[in-house]
């Protein structure tokens, strides 16, 4: 009887028949980089996106008020913890940092292969950490399978211990991780050592630790492995995936040719759907003939500020890399009917473009549905800008310049010979006109202080919006304490 | 053993013999010889005169003994099996008369008087007189059975002359009522058995059993998942106790079936439903109450062909009246809602398109069953076939159900102590269904909110939207004229023109199912009888469905015809043998019952899609007629095996004192080891009060009176699968795209391990009356519940902590109160000119609460409605899966008001305009967020109700049968905040805030607030009578039938679901989804079609 009772369960494969051989290692740490592609791409969670919603590059937009309210909440910062947008982005974190626990317990480092897997499940499990204590400060750290009795048990660590193990976890991975030429054709979305030197150098800046952050920015600088490509244009131009000006980005692809039909909005899909979702919005736009950005969703509309400032910095070629005003939309000889369409400023986001060039319209392929555009999540010129910064807290305020200029001299602009409290502006201002819709600048704003300036007048709570509240669920179930004002 | 079975004993055995001038005593014992019969009798009694010529061959026993014995005083009786006693008839017989009347005093003609003990009997005459020889005045018993009244019994004790008074029978008392392997009495029954009998279920027009069982027993609550043909319906008995599936378990002929969707009513003998504990007997998932369905057989000695016929014109009931052109235009102007259409659009459409009238269509329905049906001594049949047919109200036969059934019931008795049998069942249904209960785009969703300017079909030239698509190479769909369907310049994300989308559907799953078990009975010796059943459930399920291009919106478009086909196999088997053994020891009548069982279910299923049909045709929707490039494949199977023991003991004392207690232990692979096995027992007693000696000073006011009682506890792991509780590395697929566009697959833990998941429980009291008045014409019962259902199973996710990094898939968690009140009441009358009439009604209340739940959460979220919103939940104090939301308390007239509002309460970020709901900040933090959301209703009635006439006289008869539920809310979820351009119901406009004093209870025109659509605002009371049922019948006088040859002829009309009463403004109050947690949320409905029928029911 008990015989009958023992059933084979088709698909199942007990935790403790894998994570054995090469392959096991290898498939278990290719499911890290798959969590984090999701990390960006689920149910509309994307902390990417939600990072642009706290900053003041764009407005939320899309089709109203009731579009997607949990990224219209962060945009207004009236999120709370019921935020599914919050939610979505620190789960996606942990269900990484999981995977990556997996590889890093269970794998047995017998050759360099496995060594190597271990020491990019490490460097992944840093930038997720990175991720979860620069949006949520005090976050539990978990490093191994929690029993579920241990769930309430579980308590939210003090920053500095979230760091010291970022800091552990890449120290680890450098010596072994490979520099990015090391990586054959097809391996080059992996961590490298370049890339985890460049998120080490991040978690010192972050901590303010200047002089140990500037030495791994100089590692990377003086690797030879990277520089900057011809134009920001060409960094995000297809052919810029995984180039020379590239540290670590996720990849999405246009192979699957979705179409309505079969688009997975239940799972992960390969391609990238928020390419879409930042499209100029359909029903009202219509794209200038010579052009190839093409209609989507209109969300992450750009402020009329973020236009401002590339004007004010004389910044022509950037500018028209990332916004298009709606006067050079119809002068191409597009159109838009809706000067009062919802959140609208009169300017279209162009760097993460809905470019026909991106995605797929082959065949049953719908092009809404297949953009492979990755998310550039560390870029040379960032790394240049932080050693920038690095060089100039550390007092070496020529390296700062020369690193800067760099920056700004492939965009066409002329050196910056300010010191100082002005060449950190500068550098403040760099960042906002080379890195804009890349997601790093609500996270600057906060560490330099300047986020109540910037982004007071949009919500921005002093003393609660430097962080985001810890979600419902894990307070509700785990007992976790909540953050400041939440 | 009672006479009549001993005759037919006598029958069975022939003789043939050959005798001339032989003496009596010598032919007895010729025929002893010949026999397995011994004969007693007394030499001396038997006359020496008596010669007896015979020449006979295979005669049946008892005719030759009333042969030979013709002509003398003998007679003859079976004193025990074989064993005959040949016995002085006439010379100790006593005559005596008796006269039989009825509660008034009133004579009763054709009353069966037999003395006890023996087969000799009379019928009374007109009145009410008979007589009969008695073996012995002084110690003979007469035994007094009529219809409609309680079996009597008197002692002659001697007298020449007696009158025996009849107590009318209590309705039901002596019903078989099916407990599970097994059956008792009615008037035995200790538990909460409620019983649908096939004489009910036949007037019924339903197409489905469980259509049939709706508002017809206390405590039963039957609800259509929606009005579409075929679809499903949600039975819960007794409230909903659990978070995820409160299906009952269907037993059909004893063996566990997954639905019951493939039974045509007209197969049914009865229905049976096990509510309290007692369901125990079928423990591991009876803990959503247990419905029992036995199927017909024939009966012995007959022989009968039925044909039944059913043709009805369905139509919708109301329709929801939205705004028209005009409505519309104004209130999207006054909610400054972007791209609302100018006042002279509008002007120039007049009222525009009403798409509720466009998208209702009136649709036929129709019902054949033949039945043949009969038996000899030893064998009976049934062969019976079905054929169902209905349209639906929206998208015609785009929404169709079709169902063939086939049923062959044979029983025969091979040898005395052995009868075989077996009862099968095939079905054929096919179901094409359009979409609906979707707030996303479906055709229902898409008909309420397209707007009132869009033309169902482009009269002229097409609008600049259009033509621009069909310029852009997009494929608008045409009608069947070749007109173009409308397209809107105003609603467009998910939604789409409805009458182009019915169109465009093509979607249809047939499934082939074979049901049945053989069985035999095996009877060793006396009163214990063995049997052995296996059974099988196999269902054989084809899904497929296509979608042509078109082209609505840049949002709801197709650029490449495809198709998807899927083939599910599902096969169970199951064994059971049990014995049973009836035992009387004077007073004392034990039952026991014993037995084991085993099943085995499987599933697999193998699907495909593919894309680029080379003809947008039903002929070219299939894989082989598109390029091979995209298409994709799946298919997975699944085992869980089931095994149990069972033991059952009931025992009276002379009918008035009942004990009933059972135990099953249940085993199902889909646990962990040490979590497989569970024990669920049962315990009732019940004591019939009116059988007592104290009770006759009463019994003139209450005739009879049990009182019960029952508790017991049941399993469920209806909602566990194979493998849930276990961690498992799967794989990611495609996998992970490399710098070079290639994949890397990926493997990693899908869920967390959860090896202490158990079975989920539900434990049950009840305690019950019945009663009988006014002599036995007025009948009561009266129950009373207390379910809890504990360790409820529950999808993790919300329970596991994310930073945990996976999810438990499932976890125990919480539990469930459901208690209340029952009450069943009927009463029989009528007029000796042959009126008769039964009224009765049933009420159950309900209290339903969570209890608690897993201690690692406050609540478990339940549905989304719209973007945003969770819109239900389950959470200790409410009831299951309650409606979530803003509360609000009126609406701000003006300026002041608002101000004063603010500063009252400190509220910050919320700006509220006149006209604006107030809405309250619940948990008081000064401000509104999704934490101000708070219970607003629940979608659960408090009560439910059922009442029903039936009147006949003479030929004619009048059923009226009324259901209903009050108490309960409904949430009106196709208002979306995100499609701010969507229609909506007139009232909207109508009803509107139109400056200050015009309203406190609706809103100035919003179309897209949280305020609004995610308030309380949206809640509705959804209380409802619906006359289920209004039917004239005539049956044709039976010697009018018997010159066409026909035993029966009725034909009736009959106007089912058609009158509805209630406040509820949207389509259907009834309709509601089929997701637990998505009860009472309306998202655009199919609504119960009302339907006008004739019939007619011929047997011969």
């Given amino acids: 009887c008990n015989k009958f009772l023992e059933q084979p369960v088709n698909g199942i494969l007990p935790e403790d028949e894998f994570y054995k051989t090469d392959k096991d290692a290898m498939q278990a740490a290719t499911a890290v980089y798959d969590m984090m592609q999701t990390d960006y791409n689920t149910v509309w969670g994307s902390m990417f996106i939600g990072r642009l919603m706290l900053s003041d590059e764009s407005n939320a937009g899309g089709n109203g008020p009731g579009d997607q309210p949990g990224f219209q909440d962060m945009d207004l910062f009236k999120h709370d913890s019921q935020n599914e947008k919050v939610y979505w982005g620190w789960r996606l974190c942990y269900y990484t940092i999981y995977r990556a626990n997996k590889v890093v317990a269970k794998v047995t480092p017998d050759n360099d292969l496995r060594k190597r897997l271990i020491a990019e499940a490490k460097a992944l499990r840093a930038y997720n950490y990175f991720e979860l204590v620069t949006l949520w400060g005090d976050v539990p750290l978990v490093l191994a399978d929690i029993a579920p009795e241990d769930y309430t048990k579980t308590k939210r660590s ?28 097809g391996d080059k979305f992996r961590m490298s050592k370049g890339a985890a030197q460049a998120l080490l150098g991040k978690a010192y800046l972050y901590q303010e630790k200047w002089t140990d952050a500037a030495t791994q920015f100089d590692l990377v600088i003086n690797s030879g492995e990277y520089n900057l490509a011809p134009s920001v244009a060409a960094v995000f131009a297809r052919s810029g995936e995984f180039g020379i000006e590239s540290l670590f980005e996720i990849s999405y692809s246009e192979t699957q040719s979705y179409d309505w039909g079969n688009f997975p909005w239940d799972k992960a899909p390969e391609a990238n759907i928020y390419i879409q979702l930042m499209g100029p919005r359909s029903d009202n736009y219509t794209k200038a003939p010579g052009d190839s950005l093409l209609a989507g969703w209109g969300f992450c509309r750009p402020k009329k500020k973020l236009y401002d400032a590339y004007v004010a910095a004389g910044d022509v070629v950037r500018r028209k890399t990332t916004v298009m005003s709606e006067a050079e939309l119809k002068a191409a000889g597009g159109d838009w009917n809706a000067p009062t369409a919802y959140e609208y400023e009169g300017y279209f986001q162009r760097k993460y473009g809905s470019f026909s060039t991106q995605t797929n319209s082959n065949g049953s392929a719908i092009p809404e549905l297949n953009y492979g555009t990755n998310w ?111 | 053993f009672c006479l009549n079975a001993s005759a037919n004993l006598l029958s069975q055995t022939t003789v043939s013999l050959k005798v001339k001038k032989m003496p009596l005593n010598k032919v007895l014992l010729e025929i002893e010889q010949k026999t397995s019969y011994r004969f007693l009798f007394n030499n001396e009694s038997i006359p020496a005169d008596k010669f007896i010529d015979l020449d006979i061959k295979d005669e049946q026993l008892n005719k030759v003994l009333d042969k030979i014995l013709a002509n003398t005083s003998l007679t003859y009786k079976i004193l025990e099996e074989h064993v005959v006693v040949i016995m002085s008839g006439e010379s100790k017989k006593d005559k005596i008369k008796a006269r039989v009347l009825d509660s008034k005093g009133l004579p009763v003609q054709g009353v069966s008087v037999v003395e006890k003990g023996t087969t000799n009997g009379a019928v009374t005459d007109a009145d009410g007189w008979v007589t009969l020889n008695v073996n012995d005045a002084t110690t003979a018993v007469l035994e007094v059975k009529a219809l409609n009244y309680q079996m009597t019994e008197i002692a002659v004790s001697g007298k020449q002359e007696l009158s025996v008074s009849l107590k009318d029978a209590v309705a039901g008392l002596d019903e078989i009522v099916v407990i599970g392997y097994g059956a008792q009495k009615r008037s035995s029954v200790t538990a909460a058995v409620s019983s649908v009998k096939s004489d009910v279920i036949a007037t019924t027009s339903a197409g489905r059993i469980d259509q049939a069982l709706q508002g017809r027993t206390p405590g039963v609550s039957v609800l259509p998942a929606s009005g579409s043909p075929g679809s499903a319906m949600r039975i819960t008995i007794r409230g ?154 929206i998208g015609g036969d785009k929404a169709k159900f079709d169902r063939y059934t086939v049923r062959v019931n044979t029983e025969s008795k091979v040898k005395p102590w052995l009868t075989v049998g077996e009862r099968f069942s095939y079905a054929n249904f096919k179901r094409n269904g359009i979409a609906e209960d979707d707030e996303f785009g479906s055709v229902l ?78 009877e060793p010796v006396k009163d214990l009888v063995l049997t052995s059943r296996f059974g099988i459930d196999a269902a054989f399920q084809k899904q497929h469905s296509w979608t042509p291009t078109f082209w609505f919106s840049p949002e709801k478009l197709n650029t490449l015809a495809g198709g998807a086909d899927k083939q599910d196999n599902w096969f169970t088997w199951q064994w059971e043998n049990f014995a049973t053994y009836t035992r009387k020891f004077g007073s004392h009548n034990f039952s026991f019952l014993g037995g084991t069982s085993i099943r085995k279910s499987s599933w697999n299923y193998v699907g495909g899609s593919y894309s680029g049909l080379f003809r947008e045709t039903d002929g070219f929707s299939y894989g082989d007629n598109a390029p091979d490039l995209q298409d994709r494949i799946g298919s997975s199977a699944t085992i869980t095996t089931q095994a149990s023991f069972y033991g059952r003991v009931s025992y009276d004392y002379k009918n008035k004192y009942l004990l009933q207690a059972l135990v099953r232990r249940d085993a199902s692979s889909d646990f962990a080891a040490g979590h497989k096995w569970a024990t669920f027992p049962f315990f009732s007693a019940g004591w019939v009060l009116s059988n007592e000696n104290f009770f006759g000073s009463v019994d003139h006011i209450v005739n009879y009176a049990k009182v019960r009682g029952s508790w017991g506890k049941n399993g469920s792991s209806l909602n566990v699968g194979p493998g849930k509780w276990q961690n498992s590395i799967s794989p990611t697929t495609p996998g992970y795209p490399t710098d070079l566009g290639t994949y890397l697959i990926g493997a990693a833990p899908t869920n967390l ?45 919300g329970v596991t902590p994310l930073f945990a990094g996976n999810t438990l898939s499932l976890v125990n968690s919480g539990n469930v109160l459901n208690r209340g009140w029952e009450f069943d009441v009927s009463f029989r009358g009528g007029r000796k000119d042959g009126f008769h009439y039964e009224v009765g009604g049933n009420l159950s209340t309900i209290h339903n609460e969570v209890l608690s739940i897993n201690r690692l959460v406050n609540q478990i979220n339940g549905a989304g409605v719209g973007t945003g919103w969770t819109a239900s939940i389950f959470k200790p104090g409410y009831p299951v899966w309650y409606f979530n939301g803003y509360k609000t308390d009126g609406i701000f007239q003006n300026q002041q008001q608002i101000d004063a509002y603010l500063a009252k309460t400190g509220l910050t970020g919320y700006a509220p305009k006149p006209g604006d709901p107030i809405v309250l900040d619940v948990n008081g933090d000064k401000q509104l967020s999704n934490a101000d959301q708070s219970y607003m209703g629940s979608p659960l009635p408090k009560f439910v109700y059922g009442f029903r006439i039936n009147m006949a006289y003479k030929g004619f008869d009048v059923i009226a049968f009324l259901q209903g539920q009050h108490g309960n809310d409904i949430l ?43 308030s309380d605002l949206m809640v509705f009371k959804g209380s409802y009578a619906r006359i289920r049922q209004l039917q004239l019948g005539y049956t044709l006088p039976k010697s009018l039938a018997d010159k066409a040859a026909l035993h029966n002829v009725r034909i009736y009309v009959s106007l089912d679901d058609f009158f509805t009463f209630t406040k509820y403004p949207g389509l259907d109050p009834e309709a509601g989804s089929n997701d637990n947690n998505s009860l009472g949320i309306d998202r655009g409905v199919y609504p119960i079609p009302r339907k006008a029928m004739v019939g007619l029911t011929l047997s011969f």
């Fill in chain 1, 376 to 486: 550039r999540l560390i870029r040379y010129a960032d790394v240049l800008l932080m050693a920038a910064e690095a060089q100039y807290r550390a007092g070496s305020e020529g390296t700062s310049r020369t690193y800067l200029n760099k920056v700004r001299n492939r965009s066409g602009l002329g050196d910056v010979s300010a010191t100082g409290t002005a060449l950190f502006t500068a550098i403040v201002t760099e960042r906002e006109l080379e890195l804009a819709f890349e997601g790093f600048r609500f996270l600057d704003l906060v560490r330099w202080g300047l986020a109540e300036q910037e982004l007071g007048p949009l919500g921005f709570k002093k003393g609660k919006n430097e962080v985001l509240p810890i979600p419902d669920q894990d307070v509700k179930t785990a007992g976790l304490k909540q953050n400041d004002n939440y």
């Fill in chain 1, 158 to 185: 003090p920053k500095a211990d979230i760091y010291a193990q970022i800091v552990k976890d890449l120290q680890e991975a450098i010596p072994v991780l490979p520099v990015k030429s090391g990586y054959a054709a």
């Fill in chain 2, 753 to 797: 391990a959860n090896p202490d998941l158990t079975w989920e429980i539900s434990q049950q009291t009840d305690i019950g009356v019945d009663l009988a008045f006014l002599n036995n014409k007025l009948s009561v019962s009266v129950d009373y519940y207390n379910k809890q259902t504990k360790n409820l199973i529950t999808p993790g996710a």
């Fill in chain 2, 972 to 1014: 009106m979820g196709f208002n979306r905040t995100d499609r701010s351009t969507a229609n909506k119901p007139a009232f909207f406009y109508n009803d509107r805030w139109t400056g200050e004093g015009s309203t406190n209870k609706w809103f100035a025109p919003n179309t897209n607030s949280v305020y609004v659509y995610n």
């Fill in chain 2, 240 to 393: 909903v106790g659990t978070n995820g599936s409160s299906n009952p378990l269907y037993i059909i002929d004893g063996v566990r079936a997954g639905g019951i969707e493939y039974l045509d009513p007209s197969e049914i003998a009865s229905v049976d439903v096990l509510k309290d504990a007692s369901a125990a007997i079928y423990g591991m998932d009876g803990a959503n109450g247990v419905i029992i369905i036995t199927t017909k057989t024939g009966k012995k000695n007959s022989s009968e062909i039925t044909y039944n016929m059913q043709y009805a014109r369905q139509s919708v009931g109301k329709k929801m009246e939205m705004m028209n052109a005009k409505q519309y235009q104004e209130y999207l102007t006054a909610s400054n809602t972007t791209n609302a259409p100018t006042a002279a659009a509008a002007a120039a459409v007049g009222n525009g398109t009403t798409w509720m009238d466009q998208v209702f269509e009136t649709a036929p329905l129709m019902r054949h069953t033949l039945a043949f049906s009969g038996g000899s001594d030893k064998t009976t049949y049934l062969i019976d076939g079905t054929y169902y047919t209905q349209n639906g109200i």
């Fill in chain 2, 445 to 522: 969703s898409s008909a309420i909110v397209m707007d009132p300017l869009t033309p169902v079909v482009f009269p002229g030239a097409l609008s600049t939207r259009a033509a621009d698509a069909l310029a852009a190479g997009y494929t608008l769909v045409q009608n069947p004229q070749g007109k173009y369907y409308g397209i809107s310049d105003y609603i467009f994300g998910e939604y789409g023109n409805p009458l182009a989308m019915i169109q465009n559907t093509h979607s249809g799953t047939v499934q082939n199912k074979v049901v049945g078990n053989v069985y035999a009975n095996l």
